[in-house]
């Protein structure tokens, strides 16, 4: 038993001290970034670090508070909660509520803050999913209507912002939690293929996706256009080559470059620390999903082992994305990078995923503390209800 608390303790301190240096990167980077345009914007140059370092503290707070807090709790409660967050998320669209800005209704904006509720839907959807699917055979077509109803919700939601990027994020990750489920192989497979359709007709319904996939495919045809943001993105990269420019020497955060500071800081990274701050920063992620991923298969309950492993896959997905976008790789999403981009609803979202998955854990270390004996029960269609 010691050495099991022991395994899970050092995995704890390793995940947390990758955790914390890559939000350390964040710090610098956003500073890095966005002084020129603070100073320009605000008369200051410290405007989007102190408010970065106020969402970091705020976020800090949540994931503390979500980790004391049992994960069966969330769980219980998991589809009301994804109903509330596809409500705020349908204020975005209102008329006079929702803030617009490049075409799309995004956020909801109060006091000079603004919020974007399509964040913590990545989340919502996974307390959803786990207990609708993990409950599927014991429920009547009634209930599954409803509770599929609410679990898909927001994704449509989502469709109408439009948010493309996150409603694709939120896709794959109840894919995720749908194939590490009890919900039967032969509807998963049904169900993949047609969301696979859905998803492709949704992608070309809208002229403006179809740009940004023509822009991806040759943004040079367009530089001063469609095109500019991911150009000046390749410039970035090649003007940082192996060592990078310095810190603070990017030319691209100077107005060349948009979104410097929020969903291409990784641009600005790659510039001014070159490919060595590139590769650090991807080693640090990919350790963090390690550790993240070994956390989970820690855990004796399987759907803790779910929930836990979700929380990292999302975080995991939403950062390759990101790198993808700006190195070229994918269109462009509109997604930011976890924990290094500047943006405090994204920040908050994310730590409360980070408490879900430390409340997982914190349960898991209080059974090997107390010395309490796991033993997997065989599953029958009369089993109670997981936490539903």
Not at 190 to 206: C, E, H, R
Not at 270 to 286: A, K, N, P
Not at 355 to 365: C, E, M, N, T
Not at 372 to 378: A, M, N, Q, R
């Amino acid at each position: 038993m010691n050495e099991e608390l022991s395994e899970v303790d050092r995995l704890i301190k390793s995940f947390l001290t990758t955790l914390a240096i890559i939000i350390t990167i964040g710090l610098i980077m956003v500073w890095s970034s966005s002084y020129i345009l603070a100073n320009e914007n605000f008369g200051t140059p410290y405007h989007y670090i102190i408010r970065q370092l106020v969402n970091l503290f705020l976020a800090i707070v949540i994931a503390y508070t979500v980790s004391k807090t049992k994960y069966t709790f969330w769980l219980k409660y998991g589809y009301i909660i994804n109903i509330l967050a596809s409500v705020v998320v349908a204020l975005t669209i209102v008329k006079g509520i929702g803030s617009s800005a490049k075409g799309a209704s995004r956020w909801l904006s109060f006091g000079g803050f603004s919020l974007q509720p399509g964040e913590i839907v990545k989340f919502t959807v996974i307390l959803s999913a786990l207990t609708f699917f993990e409950n599927w055979n014991k429920m009547d077509n009634k209930e599954r209507l409803k509770h599929g109803g609410t679990l898909f919700l927001p994704l449509v939601l989502l469709i109408k912002q439009p948010d493309f990027g996150t409603f694709f994020i939120c896709f794959v990750v109840i894919s995720f939690v749908c194939f590490m489920s009890s919900f039967p192989r032969k509807y998963f497979y049904y169900s993949l293929m047609g969301g696979g359709l859905a998803g492709v007709f949704v992608l070309f319904s809208q002229a403006y996706r179809v740009k940004r996939l023509l822009t991806y495919l040759d943004p040079w045809k367009n530089p001063q256009g469609s095109g500019f943001q991911i150009i000046q993105s390749y410039m970035a990269f090649a003007n940082g080559s192996a060592i990078g420019q310095g810190l603070g020497n990017s030319n691209e955060k100077l107005f060349y470059l948009p979104e410097a500071h929020n969903d291409f800081i990784f641009s600005v990274l790659g510039e001014e620390l070159g490919f060595m701050g590139v590769f650090i920063l991807i080693s640090l992620f990919i350790a963090f999903i390690y550790f993240g991923f070994k956390l989970a298969l820690q855990v004796r309950e399987r759907i803790g082992i779910i929930l836990a492993a979700s929380v990292v896959f999302v975080l995991g997905l939403q950062a390759l994305l990101n790198m993808s976008v700006v190195l070229g790789l994918l269109p462009t999403k509109g997604l930011n990078l976890p924990f290094v981009s500047y943006g405090g609803s994204s920040l908050l979202c994310n730590f409360f995923g980070i408490g879900l998955l430390l409340s997982v854990i914190k349960a898991h270390r209080d059974q090997i503390a107390n010395n309490v004996d796991f033993v997997p029960k065989k599953k029958s269609e009369n089993d109670e209800r997981v936490y539903a």
